[in-house]
């Protein structure tokens, strides 16, 4: 993207900005004409290609479609009218315009986080650090990203952005000069190739024989010695020398008291009589008022085929269709202009008791934020959306699914190693594992391609399911409040006036099929897909261990040291991790990008050898501050109160987790011992345990020849891509 005249070069600050608001404006929200004209042309299943790319000395833009069929037609065809699509939304902007509305909300949504700055739990400082160093590497002023102020007034003055003049045409103009006029922009096409893997790996099968078909046998003698040498060194620990040199924290200096989060209990009393929580925290959000309304799923009540609706009724909610008097466009520019975001989205979680498998606790939680002088703008958006959803449109429900449906099977190799950890903690955990395969992982895939031909067959059907689930969840008396903010008190008559909108009581319901964990399989999996790598998984319920803090620390321990050295570090897998669910006893391995598969589950399988090994002092208290930091991860104010608010919902007490600190600080190597005791006999028993694998048929092929570890010959293998 080269800068128009009037900018000095790339990193003038006015262009920088300027190029990240019509990013936005272009792709920014479903609503976005050209990401909804991609979706809507019905030609793929998922806007592709990241917009906007500003990292580098000179900006680029990218953007198209996943998921094109193909079929008979040519791909130069299908690709040209991929571009068509795009070209004819770019020249339709400029020749009528872009609608005033959806300039402001765009640029009002790209200040409010610049001025917000929320990072989450990475720190604020690097991530200043960052942003200056997109202008800093190329030795052009660090602070200009960060002093955005005065370039941001001018793109205001510029495009008569909020001054109620008619548009200046300054982002057309933009878009003419950019991407219209621009003759540096090509097109790439990538199709899937059927034997493609197998193609490449006989390719360089054959090239490596020839390479070692002309070395001399003291050339094979010398790679040799050199992958001794490797391994040696792989195997060496690291010296107290080297190890000395690092700087340390010391026990000593871990705060010995948990952090609270000031919460106050109201109550607060609605028109029709229902008594309504509101968990208040007290916080310097700096004049950012953060709020949730968070709606109780009632799973005894509520129909169990309802349940797996809950991701796509969430979208609904959050006004992916409009509302029966906005559509989507004017839903989603109200929401830009006049607060900094809303979201919708189901989370499962269990109730902070050893031995509850057969509970679970579900609950929609919508969550917006605003200034606090626009907080009677967020209330009414948000009554909106959760009292009068437009429902009934099926073409736009398909549209969400198939995005639904591109967004999982393109993250299946990214995140591997999440589905496998999910798949072996459903395969041999409670309800709660059930309903996160269920609504998240390979269960759900399957769910939501099986809910894309039912919405094409049998519409009335599905909006059925959606308006009854509906009509089930949004009411006063399911209703709990999360409120963070600065004196949050100015916050509950409008507050209250809003959840008057709501209905007091779920409609009633026939009689319900009760939600129970069934259907689950009884045998370890092998799941295939067209990749090189596996993603190994095992998991199964810890015996004989009671819950106890050091649990954090050994499974740092393990992580970072056996699984580290030898699943990543010889293995040559990209990473490995050990999980533990302290509440469902629940202890899962995976790997991430690994080449190996029967010996990482033998790796996992001398988890308990690697325990049993004396443990220095040094080591051990390095283990302990690791996981307070864990503990103490840095949250800004809207995380402390969203937080708060999940350990309310579980049960978790401010004396629980003060216990559980304390446990942590105490830990000893007689723990770790303990622990690896509890993890042999788990891992000694197959039936007790359960390992799911994803990754190429070929690998997987192999390993079912091999009788090793859990009689991979014996696994359930089936086909997800």
Same mark, same amino acid.
């Given at each position: 993207?080269?800068?128009?005249?009037?900018?000095?070069?790339? @990193?003038?600050?006015?262009?920088?900005?300027?190029?990240?608001?019509?990013? @936005?404006?272009?792709?920014?929200?479903?609503?976005?004409?050209?990401?909804?004209?991609?979706?809507?042309?019905?030609?793929?299943?998922?806007?592709?290609?990241?917009?906007?790319?500003?990292?580098?000395?000179?900006?680029?833009?990218?953007?198209?479609?996943?998921?094109?069929?193909?079929?008979?037609?040519?791909?130069?065809?299908?690709?040209?009218?991929?571009?068509?699509?795009?070209?004819?939304?770019?020249?339709?902007?400029?020749?009528?315009?872009? @609608?005033?509305?959806?300039?402001?909300?765009?640029?009002?949504?790209?200040?409010?986080?610049?001025?917000?700055?929320?990072?989450? %739990?990475?720190?604020?400082?690097?991530?200043?650090?960052?942003? #200056?160093?997109?202008?800093?590497?190329?030795?052009?002023?660090?602070?200009?990203?960060?002093?955005?102020?005065?370039?941001?007034?001018?793109?205001?003055?510029?495009?008569?952005?909020?001054?109620?003049?008619?548009?200046?045409?300054?982002?057309?103009?933009?878009?003419?000069?950019?991407?219209?006029?621009?003759?540096?922009?090509?097109?790439?096409?990538?199709?899937?190739?059927?034997?493609?893997?197998?193609?490449?790996?006989?390719?360089?099968?054959?090239?490596?024989?020839?390479?070692?078909?002309?070395?001399?046998?003291?050339?094979?003698? *010398?790679?040799?010695?050199?992958?001794?040498?490797?391994?040696?060194?792989?195997?060496?620990?690291?010296?107290?020398?080297?190890?000395?040199?690092?700087?340390?924290?010391?026990?000593?200096?871990?705060?010995?008291?948990?952090?609270?989060?000031?919460?106050?209990?109201?109550?607060?009393?609605?028109?029709?009589?229902?008594?309504?929580?509101?968990?208040?925290?007290?916080?310097?959000?700096?004049?950012?008022?953060?709020?949730?309304?968070?709606?109780?799923?009632?799973?005894?009540?509520?129909?169990?085929?309802?349940?797996?609706?809950?991701?796509?009724?969430?979208?609904?909610?959050?006004?992916?269709?409009?509302?029966?008097?906005? =559509?989507?466009?004017?839903?989603?520019?109200?929401?830009?202009?006049?607060?900094?975001?809303?979201?919708?989205?189901?989370?499962?979680?269990?109730?902070?008791?050893?031995?509850?498998?057969?509970?679970?606790?579900?609950?929609?939680?919508?969550?917006?934020?605003?200034? =606090?002088?626009?907080?009677?703008?967020?209330?009414?958006?948000?009554?909106?959306?959760?009292?009068?959803?437009?429902?009934?449109?099926?073409? %736009?429900?398909?549209?969400?699914?198939?995005?639904?449906?591109?967004?999982?099977?393109?993250?299946?190799?990214?995140?591997?190693?999440?589905?496998?950890?999910?798949?072996?903690?459903?395969?041999?955990?409670?309800?709660? *594992?059930?309903?996160?395969?269920?609504?998240?992982?390979?269960?759900?895939?399957?769910?939501?391609?099986?809910?894309?031909?039912?919405?094409?067959?049998?519409?009335?059907?599905?909006?059925?399911?959606?308006?009854?689930?509906?009509?089930?969840?949004?009411?006063?008396?399911?209703?709990?409040?999360?409120?963070?903010?600065?004196?949050?008190?100015?916050?509950?008559?409008?507050?209250?006036?809003?959840?008057?909108?709501?209905?007091?009581?779920?409609?009633?319901?026939?009689?319900?099929?009760?939600?129970?964990?069934?259907?689950?399989?009884?045998? #370890?999996?092998?799941?295939?897909?067209?990749?090189?790598?596996?993603?190994?998984?095992?998991?199964?319920?810890?015996?004989?261990?009671?819950?106890?803090?050091?649990?954090?620390?050994?499974?740092?321990?393990?992580?970072?040291?056996?699984?580290?050295?030898?699943?990543?570090?010889?293995?040559?897998?990209?990473?490995?991790?050990?999980?533990?669910?302290?509440?469902?006893?629940?202890?899962?391995?995976?790997?991430?990008?690994?080449?190996?598969?029967?010996?990482?589950?033998?790796?996992?399988?001398?988890?308990?050898?690697?325990?049993?090994?004396?443990?220095?002092?040094?080591?051990?208290?390095?283990?302990?501050?690791?996981?307070?930091?864990?503990?103490?991860?840095?949250?800004?104010?809207?995380?402390?109160?969203?937080?708060?608010?999940? %350990?309310?919902?579980?049960?978790?007490?401010?004396?629980?987790?003060?216990?559980?600190?304390?446990?942590?600080?105490?830990?000893?190597?007689?723990?770790?011992?303990?622990?690896?005791?509890?993890?042999?006999?788990?891992?000694?028993?197959?039936?007790?345990?359960?390992?799911?694998?994803?990754?190429?048929?070929?690998?997987?092929?192999?390993?079912?020849?091999?009788?090793?570890?859990?009689?991979?010959?014996?696994?359930?293998?089936?086909?997800?891509?």
């Amino acid at each position: 993207l080269h800068p128009p005249k009037e900018y000095t070069d790339s @990193h003038d600050q006015v262009y920088r900005l300027a190029l990240q608001i019509l990013d @936005h404006i272009l792709l920014g929200t479903s609503a976005s004409p050209l990401k909804k004209a991609l979706l809507e042309s019905g030609l793929g299943a998922g806007v592709v290609g990241g917009g906007l790319e500003e990292h580098l000395l000179q900006p680029a833009f990218s953007v198209g479609l996943t998921g094109v069929d193909m079929g008979q037609a040519e791909a130069e065809a299908q690709t040209k009218k991929v571009e068509e699509v795009i070209l004819a939304t770019l020249k339709d902007l400029v020749a009528n315009g872009i @609608h005033p509305d959806t300039v402001e909300a765009s640029c009002n949504t790209i200040e409010f986080s610049k001025r917000e700055l929320n990072t989450g %739990r990475f720190p604020r400082g690097l991530a200043i650090l960052f942003n #200056s160093l997109t202008n800093w590497n190329y030795g052009k002023d660090p602070v200009a990203p960060i002093a955005f102020s005065e370039g941001l007034q001018t793109i205001k003055d510029r495009a008569n952005i909020g001054n109620g003049k008619s548009s200046s045409r300054f982002f057309e103009n933009l878009i003419q000069q950019l991407f219209l006029d621009n003759q540096h922009c090509v097109t790439v096409t990538m199709k899937p190739q059927q034997g493609l893997t197998a193609q490449q790996e006989a390719e360089d099968k054959k090239q490596l024989e020839e390479l070692v078909a002309k070395m001399g046998q003291a050339d094979l003698t *010398e790679i040799s010695n050199v992958e001794g040498q490797l391994k040696e060194a792989q195997s060496q620990p690291d010296s107290e020398e080297a190890l000395a040199t690092i700087p340390r924290l010391q026990l000593t200096d871990m705060p010995k008291t948990t952090t609270k989060v000031p919460r106050e209990e109201q109550t607060v009393t609605t028109s029709s009589g229902v008594p309504v929580t509101v968990l208040a925290h007290d916080l310097n959000t700096n004049g950012i008022a953060y709020l949730d309304w968070v709606f109780n799923v009632d799973l005894k009540a509520i129909d169990a085929k309802l349940i797996p609706l809950l991701p796509l009724y969430s979208k609904i909610l959050s006004g992916k269709l409009g509302t029966l008097k906005e =559509t989507e466009v004017e839903m989603q520019q109200r929401i830009g202009r006049l607060t900094g975001g809303v979201s919708v989205s189901p989370v499962i979680t269990r109730p902070a008791l050893i031995g509850a498998d057969d509970q679970a606790i579900v609950k929609l939680i919508v969550s917006g934020k605003a200034l =606090t002088s626009g907080l009677n703008n967020l209330y009414d958006i948000v009554s909106d959306l959760l009292t009068i959803p437009n429902m009934d449109n099926a073409p %736009r429900v398909e549209q969400l699914l198939k995005e639904s449906i591109a967004g999982k099977e393109n993250s299946l190799l990214p995140a591997g190693h999440q589905y496998v950890s999910g798949r072996v903690e459903y395969l041999t955990g409670g309800l709660e *594992e059930f309903l996160a395969e269920q609504m998240g992982g390979f269960e759900s895939l399957q769910f939501v391609k099986n809910l894309q031909k039912q919405v094409s067959s049998d519409w009335n059907s599905v909006l059925g399911m959606l308006k009854q689930l509906h009509a089930q969840v949004v009411c006063q008396s399911s209703l709990l409040c999360n409120v963070t903010v600065n004196n949050p008190g100015q916050t509950f008559n409008g507050l209250t006036n809003m959840i008057n909108r709501f209905p007091a009581q779920p409609e009633p319901a026939s009689t319900p099929t009760p939600l129970v964990r069934q259907g689950v399989p009884t045998t #370890s999996e092998a799941i295939t897909l067209p990749a090189q790598v596996n993603y190994v998984g095992l998991g199964g319920r810890l015996p004989n261990w009671k819950r106890h803090g050091s649990e954090l620390a050994i499974t740092h321990y393990i992580t970072t040291t056996w699984l580290w050295d030898q699943v990543r570090v010889k293995g040559g897998a990209y990473g490995s991790m050990c999980g533990f669910s302290s509440y469902s006893q629940l202890l899962s391995f995976a790997s991430y990008r690994d080449p190996g598969l029967l010996s990482t589950l033998d790796n996992y399988k001398s988890t308990s050898t690697f325990l049993s090994a004396p443990l220095s002092d040094q080591v051990l208290s390095g283990c302990i501050i690791s996981a307070i930091g864990k503990l103490d991860s840095h949250q800004l104010p809207n995380a402390k109160g969203y937080s708060s608010m999940l %350990r309310y919902i579980k049960g978790e007490s401010e004396q629980a987790r003060q216990e559980r600190r304390e446990e942590l600080l105490g830990t000893t190597s007689q723990h770790f011992t303990q622990f690896g005791e509890s993890v042999e006999q788990l891992l000694v028993d197959p039936a007790a345990y359960r390992v799911a694998v994803l990754g190429g048929k070929e690998g997987i092929a192999e390993a079912q020849k091999c009788k090793n570890f859990s009689e991979p010959e014996a696994w359930n293998v089936w086909q997800v891509l």
